[in-house]
T-cell receptor, first 111, second 116 residues
Framework: TQLLEQSPQFLSIQEGENLTVYCNSS?????LQWYRQEPGEGPVLLVT?????EVKKLKRLTFQFGDARKDSSLHITAAQPGDTGLYLC???????????FGKGTKLSVKP | KAGVTQTPRYLIKTRGQQVTLSCSPI?????VSWYQQTPGQGLQFLFE???????NKGNFPGRFSGRQFSNSRSEMNVSTLELGDSALYLC???????????????FGPGTRLTVT
């Protein structure tokens, strides 16, 4: 079973700072999804990356898929308090394609 | 389109009791998956139902079971509750046509279960 490792586990920054969080695996990803989960809510899908080297942008969020498709990063520019939440990566690595999630990076952006 | 709904949102039960949680998927979605989320283990896959049949199952004991109705609504049941079953239980729906294909899931807000 594929294991996804996310780092850092916790991140606390001031509004306006930039940050990068990572998702790594020892195996090749078929595709990778990034979710954000706010307190008291379910995860919300942000993006799906499929092709090695792919870069996708969502406003101030930039998602990158490693060339070898074994790692991915999420970069946030000029973080805002509304970016606070748990960022999860997930991959269809289950025996029948069910999603396997990393444990997430808990981000806190202070005003 | 209405999103995924889960009821109840919060539940407190005693060890040894059983509990049933409900999930209504997005209209038109036939796949419903259930996850358990805890601070220590993160999000762990429980099972997936598609057209009233269990299509996929995670590594949880038989105390955890589920079913899906003809309208795609799903329920999960946990019998003989243990303290370690305290968690956020999330339901997700998708329109994934077959097992093994890539897909995107839409999550409900979850049911927070506390076992005392």
């Amino acid at each position: 079973t594929q294991l996804l490792e996310q780092s850092p586990q916790f991140l606390s920054i001031q509004e306006g700072e930039n940050l990068t969080v990572y998702c790594n695996s020892s195996s090749v990803f078929s595709s990778l999804q990034w979710y954000r989960q706010e307190p008291g809510e379910g995860p919300v899908l942000l993006v799906t990356v499929v092709t090695g080297g792919e870069v996708k942008k969502l406003k101030r969020l930039t998602f990158q898929f490693g060339d070898a498709r074994k790692d991915s990063s999420l970069h946030i520019t000029a973080a805002q308090p509304g970016d606070t939440g748990l960022y999860l990566c997930a991959e269809s690595g289950g025996s029948q394609g069910n999603l396997i999630f990393g444990k997430g990076t808990k981000l806190s952006v202070k005003p | 389109k209405a999103g995924v709904t889960q009821t109840p949102r919060y539940l407190i039960k005693t060890r040894g009791q059983q509990v049933t949680l409900s999930c209504s998927p997005i209209s038109g979605h036939r796949s419903v998956s259930w996850y358990q989320q805890t601070p220590g283990q993160g999000l762990q896959f429980l099972f997936e139902y598609f057209s009233e049949t269990q299509r996929n199952k995670g590594n949880f004991p038989g105390r955890f079971s589920g079913r899906q109705f003809s309208n795609s609504r799903s329920e999960m049941n946990v019998s003989t509750l243990e303290l370690g079953d305290s968690a956020l239980y999330l339901c997700a729906s998708s329109d994934r046509p077959q097992a093994g294909s890539s897909y995107e899931q839409y999550f409900g807000p979850g049911t927070r279960l506390t076992v005392t």
